[in-house]
């Protein structure tokens, strides 16, 4: 015989990460080896965010799922709210097997067997599968947590119980942290609906290895001891339980209905550990959150990403590895790649978030959505622009995250979960990068790459004006710092210097607009807090679209007549912008900027006229909104149409249709036949879409589908 | 011209600056301009600007009033000087939402009269205004000065995240020293000295020298908080000893901190009941256990370290330099 068996790849860990990865990898010509050391799935109540069924539905895996629309967010005493979701829970054994299922029926090959790296071989990975050896071309490393010293460690359990309807939300409880301990781990409990009844309770807590694991007892269920200090599932689990029993009197008569599940969790990603030996995915690369102990979510995303790398470069394993590396650091921002600032940042966090939990102001929201949950912030909109011309524009993009992530990511991890990009496939949902780039190439067909640089400026600098337009409101009569407060205006200094500095070393010229830009975002949004001025709160989303369009043009070399035109189409975006933002709070809908209709009104940032808002009180309440809606129906129809007519100027057909689109997805909600919330295609028929023909305009049906 | 009337010019040009802010934003900002504090960063940045002179066979020609004036021409140093103090004043506005203070300079702090949604506007129209007049005048400024403001908001962070930590190491508490005060002196160096003679090593020293003389006088500024009868008021014009309300503890306590074995300090600052009235057994404490000394110590030996970066320049520009500091640390 001819020496060891070969295969292109081998996946180690049959768990979630590894079964997707081997799903989505296997096929007629690539031989796959899912190797599984027999360890049983276990079963409890799993909940499933958007991205794990974003992944689930790539790799075509269906099974029986709990639907869950909201998540009940509890901040110790402090506060409770309703944060809407879209996300599922199923049981996790059935997930693996749904899975593992896939991976068999994609023509992977599952080995019951221990597997031990011997080494590299003349570019191939040599193993041994329970003693026998193999060499594969590719590695991909799903074995779960490592259990090393050293990485954020912690302890998460859970247990299925009976006796309870969640119906279709789940509970997540983060327990308040003793305020003058800057080392007390967090601890976090949630409760997952079970399909057809029941929940499972679960908890995480989380400290640093050698530096956390202080028990400290008091309030609420902070006495878990975490770190590298083992830790008694069943006293970790009645705290839980007592927990949720104070929030909730429905938690009171749960009768055990599963064994209690417990294990190690590591949330200590960092890029430079993923690719030491193959491909390390989901909980073996750390991809855990700390804060939620949530993990399926990392686990299936990066599977895929590593997947895409490997079939990028099936005969190069030393590309493969370095694709993986980039995507995964755009991809990813661990949450805690400051090691020496690890502590201190988390319970900052921490802090942050327990102050701004009342606030639907917009950056507070934002900011939560991004830590708490793996969904990010959703753009500026749910409704996908499709990306035309891709080999020229999704370089580019990628180029754009990897520096807009790569500025903030060593100062400032959690704050760098915020500008994170979890979508940089062949759509992306509507954001700034993609309104400059537009403008960029309006009257060009190349692209600078020096530009991304701008373009992650841009990003960064419409989330730091966020943090100073839209403020959590200050809290009053406690002795230490305001958090919520403070870290928002820290966040929006340092993202706006970050900018700043992005903009003077890449786009020297555009210096002075820059600043002049910032300057009159500050006095228009001070003016619309006037209470005795007529409040323009359109004109500073305006201005907020309209710089990236004209900066754009500028730097893309556009005669003047077209600059005047994309910052026109800039300035209608905003508009539209606003008026849909209108119109999805009247809905009682969740906005792009994560807000609540009267959030909005307290914060006098809605283009709906008072006139008629201070009438929603009264008895013709229904008859109240109605009118409001056709109100902003009808005003973003406007905007949008001036934004589609402007785009007559613009000589790139990419540009057009990349333009046409951004603006369609900016106003989708607005057309009553096309609900915000559903899954429209829009990667259909583009062209059709928002040709620069002015005709098309009017609000007609056909128009946004 | 004398040093009052330099500062008068820099001040005068700040408010022309700040006469371009918004109506609704303007009065509060305007105001504390106009208590403008010692200007030590623009008076180091002239100090600087005269760097240079004087070598050679050649030395400039007295001025009328006997003094050496720079060789860069005064308006374009009122303007540097002018946009070192309108960062700072932006970095104050915003400082002061952060920890809640109430007063800045023997006067009302900008959020208290406008609210902390508008000052955080004010503050932002005053980096808008720096970031114009740094692209104004042009060259690497732009550069220079958004690095300066990104070390400047990382050494905020720095600086909340420790609250309530009893046990910062004194790396840490100089790193977030040296991005929250240092980055700024060395950016009002830098600029001063790079309108001399072109001399980029010098320019180096001097921004080096800034740097580490951001650094004695914050941790001088942390030993004024404690009101010691022989330093004087600090810098901040804050009522003494509100930071450890906040839990934020300045390098005296973490001194006393770190050699209170018993744990007494730490318990009184981390207790729930902590008030203002706690403040003067805290300040006895950390001045019997030595803390205030040894953080006396620290500062004047980073000041030591910072006058020792002056070892290259011209003899004229150290004592120009050498009369600011000694100003700086109450002695002049």
């Known amino acids: ?705 | 011209m004398d040093a009052e009337a330099r500062r008068q010019r820099f001040r005068a040009h700040v408010a022309a600056r700040l006469r371009t802010l918004t109506s609704e934003l303007a009065p509060p900002v305007r105001a504390l301009a106009a208590r403008p504090g010692k200007q030590l960063r623009s008076t180091l940045l002239y100090a600087c600007a005269t760097t240079g002179l004087g070598r050679g066979a050649a030395p400039d020609a007295p001025s009328p009033t006997g003094r050496r004036e720079p060789a860069a021409d005064l308006g374009q140093l009122v303007r540097l000087g002018a946009l070192v103090e309108l960062v700072h004043l932006a970095s104050l506005v915003h400082d002061d939402i952060i920890d809640r203070a109430e007063q800045r300079r023997a006067g009302p702090a900008v959020h208290v009269g406008m609210g902390s949604e508008r000052a955080g506007l004010a503050g932002l129209s005053c980096f808008a205004l720096a970031g114009k007049e740094a692209a104004d005048l042009g060259g690497g400024l732009p550069v220079l000065v958004s690095r300066a403001m990104a070390g400047l908001a990382y050494g905020e962070l720095l600086d909340i995240e420790r609250a309530f930590d009893t046990t910062l190491a004194l790396p840490d508490y100089l790193e977030l020293v040296t991005r929250k005060t240092g980055e700024l002196f060395q950016l009002a160096c830098v600029l001063g000295a790079a309108t001399g003679d072109g001399d980029q090593a010098r320019v180096d020293a001097l921004g080096r020298f800034g740097l580490e003389f951001g650094v004695a006088f914050q941790v001088l500024d942390d030993c004024l908080d404690f009101g010691a009868p022989d330093f004087g008021a600090p810098d901040s014009g804050k009522p003494v000893g509100t930071d450890h309300l906040l839990g934020l503890f300045g390098a005296p306590t973490l001194y006393a901190l770190a050699q209170d074995t018993s744990g007494a300090l730490a318990t009184l600052l981390l207790a729930p009941s902590f008030t203002a009235a706690d403040i003067p057994a805290v300040r006895d404490h950390v001045r019997s256990s030595g803390g205030l000394a040894a953080a006396n110590a620290l500062a004047r030996s980073r000041y030591e370290r910072a006058l020792g970066h002056l070892d290259s320049v011209d003899p004229q520009t150290r004592a120009a330099l050498l009369d600011v500091t000694a100003q700086a640390w109450n002695l002049g």
Request: charged share 20%; glycine share 10%.
């Open chain 1, 1 to 705: 015989m001819s020496g060891p068996r070969r295969v292109d790849v081998i996946v180690t860990g049959a768990g979630p990460a590894g079964a997707a990865a081997a799903t989505a990898l296997a096929g007629p010509t690539r031989s796959v080896l899912l190797v599984d050391d027999g360890t049983p799935a276990r079963s409890y109540d799993a909940f499933l965010s958007a991205p794990t069924m974003e992944g689930l539905r790539r790799l075509a895996v269906d099974l029986p799922a709990q639907p869950v629309d909201g998540i009940d967010l509890v901040f110790g005493t402090r506060s409770r709210r309703l944060v809407p979701v879209r996300a599922a829970a199923c049981d996790h054994a059935a997930l693996a097997r749904a899975l593992r299922g896939a991976a068999g029926h994609a023509g992977a090959d599952r080995v019951r067997a221990t597997a031990r790296l011997l080494g590299r071989d003349e570019g191939w990975f040599a193993l041994a599968l329970d003693g026998v050896p193999v060499l594969a071309r590719h590695l991909v490393v799903a074995t779960g947590t490592s259990g090393r010293p050293g990485h954020w460690m912690g302890t998460a359990c859970v247990q299925r119980f009976a006796g309870i309807d969640l119906g279709t939300r789940t509970t997540l409880a983060v327990a308040q942290p003793d305020g003058t301990d800057p080392r007390q781990p967090p601890t976090c409990v949630w409760a997952v609906p079970a399909p057809g009844g029941g929940a499972s309770v679960g908890v995480a807590s989380v400290g640093v290895a050698g530096v956390g694991g202080a028990s400290v007892g008091g309030a609420g269920v902070g006495a878990a001891g975490a770190g590298d200090r083992p830790v008694d599932p069943d006293a970790l689990l009645a705290l839980a339980l007592a927990e949720l029993r104070r929030i909730d009197a429905r938690f009171t008569d749960l009768v055990p209905a599963g064994p209690v599940v417990s294990g190690p969790i590591d949330a200590g990603f960092v890029p430079e550990r993923l690719t030491v030996d193959g491909l390390l995915i989901g909980a073996a690369a750390g991809l855990t959150n700390p804060f939620t102990g949530e993990g399926l979510s990392g686990a299936l995303q990066s599977a895929l990403l590593a997947a895409e790398s490997i079939t990028a470069h099936p005969d190069d394993p030393d590309a493969a590895r370095r694709a993986y590396a980039q995507r995964v650091r755009t991809a990813f921002v661990g949450y805690f790649e400051t090691a020496r600032h690890a502590s201190r940042r988390y319970h900052l966090t921490w802090r942050v978030l327990a102050d701004a939990a009342s606030s639907d102001q917009p950056f507070a929201a934002k900011a939560r959505r991004a830590i708490l949950f793996p969904e990010g912030i959703a753009g500026l909109g749910e409704q996908r622009v499709a990306i035309p011309d891709a080999p020229l524009v999704q370089p580019f993009l990628l180029a754009c995250d990897e520096v807009a992530i790569s500025v903030i990511r060593r100062e400032w991890p959690f704050l760098a979960r915020l500008a994170s990009i979890e979508d940089t496939g062949d759509s992306q949902r509507p954001r700034p990068a993609l309104l400059f780039l537009g403008a960029l190439i309006a009257d060009r067909s190349t692209l600078d790459v020096r530009h991304a640089t701008t373009a992650a400026a841009i990003e960064l600098a419409t989330l730091g004006a966020l943090a100073f337009l839209h403020p959590p409101p200050p809290r009053t009569g406690v002795r230490d710092v305001d958090w919520a407060a403070a870290a928002t205006v820290l966040s929006g200094d340092f993202l706006l210097a970050q900018a700043s500095r992005l903009i003077a070393e890449s786009a020297p010229d555009a210096s002075w607009m820059f600043a002049d830009w910032l300057a009159e975002l500050a006095g228009l949004r001070a003016a619309a807090l006037d209470p005795d001025k007529p409040s323009q709160p359109e004109l500073v989303y305006a201005a907020l679209f309209e710089f990236p369009a004209r900066i754009g043009a500028i730097l893309g070399g556009a005669p003047a007549r077209v600059v005047h035109a994309l910052a026109e189409y800039g300035y209608h975006c905003g508009r539209a912008f606003l008026h849909a933002e209108d119109v999805l709070a009247v809905r009682g809908e969740r906005t792009r900027l994560d807000t609540t209709l009267e959030a909005m009104l307290a914060g006098r940032f809605t283009g709906l006229p008072e006139t008629l808002t201070d009438r929603l009180e009264t008895a013709d309440r229904e008859a109240v909104r109605a009118n409001l809606l056709s109100g902003a129906e009808a005003a973003c129809g406007e905007a949008r149409g001036r934004a589609v007519a402007s785009l007559t100027a613009v000589v790139n057909p990419t540009a057009v249709r990349l333009l046409g689109q951004f603006i369609d997805a900016i106003a989708a909600p607005c057309s009553r036949d096309h609900p915000a919330r559903g899954t429209a295609d829009v990667a259909g028929d583009s062209a059709t879409l928002a040709g620069p023909d002015p005709m098309h305009l009017g609000g007609q049906v056909g128009l946004y589908e």
